[in-house]
């Protein structure tokens, strides 16, 4: 079926597209419910309070900036789900503040109490005896005092600038004369904003009774504030929080250096106007307007908090705190059986292709593959694509050694990865300095790719091996991110992938690949295509099945094709963890699309697209969301699932899995709420990543000689 954009003209009505800001808000509420779940260890709560407010940070720094940015140049256009800038900020704030106020709640009044129960105490200063106050005093005055700087601000002195999501005090200090003045101070991010009190007191009380007992930063500052404005009397002081907009805004066709106009921008982005305020509702009027006039802001953008501002800053206490009982059992990845007790991984790729599914396998057979590939004399040439590295990735050394072996070496390092860029400019320049190509990237293109070809010399000639990957390379977060990668010298794959890396590092314009789709080159294209062929299949009297796994659904044309395959009768099912513009379950439009979002322990991350194809199965991995984005301004690959055995585990143990998840799955709702999908009868429990977990413990303990 030709599923071209006006043949599908007739389903791009507002009423038919969830709005994607909306929806995102759907999500991290499901990571709220993870933080009010009373089943969860008690931080492993505290760990998703922190998420939620470390996604809405991100959240108010890209998105409700770009809004603002539009209601500010009066931009009334509707977007696809009939919203005007200023409807979807109405509708935003309408559902954000009874999250924040759930959280608050949750924090208050269940986590320090279930705190408290543990003899774990986060003190208030009314807390503590004048004894206790005085010895906190000679810790502030050797390990604090010293970093802050007390900024004034009067005729003489502009309002000091304010760094994004930084922590701050406005103060009120009567001068010697009775003037009263303004000041404000800054709490360095170098200072942990949680510190065992405990700890310091601890040569003093050393036999008393092991509670453990922490106090806020700002809480110790503000006890002392005395000794920053000495002769001086502190009236009042209040903290509060901003949040800038910081989306780089790159005119990269006019760049004559891609990687300084980054760096410049990321100058700009620390002056980024303000989106958001947070103050203490303890705050006086007087002060907020002072902030709100300094600040050249609107009493619109002012958030109002009952409680300590920053939550994101709580994840510290994972680390602070020395409590497993009150964490989840540690999990360890395994290696995958193909790998044991082989030392050649390119023998063990000639044999097979290999699934390594993370975090519950190791990403050590990466990490080998790239190493063995640096120290092997047949290797002749090593490419890679580089988007978020990470601090410290052994990778890195190793393409690093790779070329002082004087093999060829050629990484692509995305500077454009949001948040990224910093360390991303840094690794660039490290790579270069050993000699490595490296690329930047494409005008106008992200590259997201992730993929990993080896050259290597053999008797019957030049033979390539790669990896392809729905994750980054990023060895910290495929411990936390539940992705796949596939090794394998299939040959046609292999092609299609040296191909893609001349795309990338010289001239070409190739638009034919035999196996992979490419974006921005024909992937939407292809997706089409494919759920035309279900649609087909119905009509002609088979039947027709879709399964699609991935983060974001939000490309109009992907979201109408899948309607009007609802509409012919093919069966459709969608795992997405975050944004869902399409509405489900609507009578003769989506009454064959169920949608679920699986929120646990792990992040969600892989993509997988499976096609039932009249018994043919096909499966496909893939870098890329289903996301305009996607498919017109990034470089992603999907790429087929050729092994038989690889693509039934993949089918069974993770996409028929995950749909019968009962107890971390959600169903999406046509009001676009989500409900839990807890049937009312069901003869077992069934948690997706646990059942992973326990097979792969199940794994390793199958190997052991048996007594």
Request: aromatic share 10%.
């Amino acid at each position: 079926m030709n599923l071209s954009k006006e043949n599908l003209q007739r389903f791009f009505r507002p009423g038919n597209f969830f709005n994607r800001d909306l929806s995102w808000l759907e999500f991290n509420h499901r990571v709220l419910e993870e933080a009010v779940n009373p089943g969860l260890p008690l931080l492993d709560r505290v760990k998703f309070i922190s998420i939620f407010f470390s996604n809405l940070d991100e959240f108010f720094m890209v998105r409700i900036a770009g809004i603002k940015e539009q209601i500010r140049a009066k931009i009334t256009d509707v977007s696809i789900d009939g919203l005007t800038p200023d409807d979807q900020l109405r509708r935003i704030e309408k559902a954000l503040q009874p999250m924040i106020k759930q959280l608050y709640n949750c924090w208050q009044n269940e986590i320090l109490p279930g705190f408290q129960k543990h003899r774990i105490r986060i003190c208030r200063i009314e807390d503590l005896d004048d004894t206790e106050k005085n010895e906190l005093k000679s810790y502030f005055l050797k390990e604090v005092f010293p970093v802050l700087i007390p900024l004034a601000f009067d005729p003489g002195r502009p309002f000091p600038y304010i760094s994004n999501l930084s922590l701050s005090l406005a103060i009120l200090i009567r001068k010697s004369n009775g003037e009263t003045a303004f000041a404000r101070l800054k709490i360095p991010s170098i200072l942990p904003r949680l510190f065992r009190v405990d700890a310091i007191l601890k040569p003093v009380r050393a036999n008393d009774d092991p509670e453990i007992r922490l106090i806020w930063i700002g809480d110790l500052i503000r006890l002392n504030l005395d000794q920053l404005f000495p002769g001086l009397e502190v009236i009042e002081s209040y903290p509060f929080r901003i949040t800038r907009d910081t989306d780089l805004e790159l005119q990269e066709d006019e760049a004559d250096d891609l990687m300084l106009e980054i760096e410049e921008n990321i100058k700009r982005r620390k002056f980024g106007s303000v989106v958001r305020l947070e103050v203490n509702s303890l705050m006086p009027e007087y002060m907020i307007n002072t902030l709100i006039e300094n600040l050249e802001i609107t009493s619109d953008d002012l958030h109002i908090i009952e409680g300590p501002l920053g939550l994101s800053d709580i994840m510290l206490l994972l680390k602070l705190l020395e409590a497993p009982d009150l964490k989840e059992k540690p999990y360890y990845p395994v290696i995958p059986k193909a790998f044991e007790g082989e030392t050649d991984i390119f023998e063990i790729i000639r044999r097979k292709d290999i699934l390594c599914f993370h975090p519950y396998d190791s990403f050590g057979p990466v990490i080998d593959f790239i190493r063995q590939a640096a120290r092997d004399p047949n290797v002749l040439a090593i490419k890679q694509t580089l988007y978020r590295i990470g601090a410290n990735s052994p990778l890195l050394k190793y393409l690093i050694e790779a070329a002082e072996r004087n093999k060829q070496v050629a990484v692509l390092v995305e500077l454009k990865a949001r948040f990224d860029e910093e360390n991303n400019i840094y690794w660039a320049r490290e790579l270069e300095k050993a000699g490595i190509h490296v690329v930047y990237g494409l005008v106008g293109l992200k590259t997201h790719c992730k993929m990993t070809l080896v050259v290597r010399k053999e008797p019957g000639g030049v033979k390539r091996y790669v990896h392809l990957g729905t994750g980054n390379y990023n060895y910290i977060t495929t411990k936390i991110y539940t992705d796949l990668g596939i090794f394998t010298d299939d040959e046609n794959i292999c092609n299609d992938i040296s191909g893609i890396f001349n795309f990338l590092t010289g001239y070409s314009e190739n638009k034919s690949f035999k196996e992979v789709f490419v974006s921005p080159v024909n992937q939407r294209e292809k997706f089409l295509e494919l759920i035309g062929r279900e649609i087909e299949n119905v009509r002609a009297g088979s039947r027709g099945h879709l399964i699609f796994k991935m983060n974001a659904l939000v490309d109009p044309v992907i979201i109408a094709a899948l309607y009007a395959a609802s509409e012919g009768g093919v069966k459709i099912d969608l795992i997405i963890r975050g944004v869902c513009c399409l509405i489900p379950q609507v009578p003769r439009l989506s009454d064959n699309i169920r949608v679920i979002s699986i929120v646990g322990r792990f992040l969600e991350h892989s993509r997988v697209y499976y096609f039932f194809n009249n018994g043919e199965e096909d499966l496909f991995c893939s870098s890329a969301d289903l996301m305009s984005r996607n498919f017109d301004r990034r470089v992603e690959v999907t790429f087929p699932v050729k092994d038989l055995k690889i693509k039934n585990f993949i089918k069974e143990k993770i996409l028929d899995d995950c749909l019968a998840d009962n107890r971390k799955s959600r169903i999406l709702m046509p009001t676009g709420k989500y409900i839990y999908n807890h049937p009312v009868y069901t003869e077992k429990e069934i948690n997706h990543q646990e059942r992973m977990m326990k097979r792969s413990v199940k794994k390793v303990k199958d190997k052991k000689p048996q007594n």
